[in-house]
Nanobody, 123 residues
């Protein structure tokens, strides 16, 4: 199983980026898909989650209203649209997948992880 995240980069405060995570190696029925980030000197933290159907989404309070998670089941790909970026959003962003019937905020339990993609927001 491989998850590949891409789309990071350098952007000015107030700008936007769209991250993508492509999954391969198995089917992901009944999996929740996640974005997690790790800022310099901090622990990894939950950012957003989307159910397999795409019908349910959850966000960390710090990104609510600015970030949107979505998925394309036909492509086994999920996305994180990030708007109104701020310097505190600077982090390595990871995608992850977890087989569960409901959202799981305990990132240590996620089944699969992609490599990170760096997002840097300049002030």
């Amino acid at each position: 199983v491989q998850l590949q995240a891409f789309g990071g980069g350098l952007v000015q405060a107030g700008g936007s980026l769209r991250l993508s995570c492509a999954a391969s190696g198995r089917t992901f029925n009944s999996y929740w898909m996640y974005w997690v980030r790790q800022a310099p000197g901090k622990e990894r933290e939950f950012v957003a989650a989307v159910s397999w159907s795409g019908g349910s989404t959850y966000y960390a309070d710090s990104v609510k209203g600015r970030f949107t998670i979505s998925k394309d089941n036909a492509k086994d790909t999920w996305y994180l649209q990030m708007n109104s970026l701020a310097p505190e959003d600077t982090a390595v962003y990871y995608c992850a997948a977890d087989r569960s019937y409901r959202v799981n905020y305990n990132i240590a339990l996620y089944d699969y992880w992609g490599q990170g993609t760096q997002v840097t927001v300049s002030s």
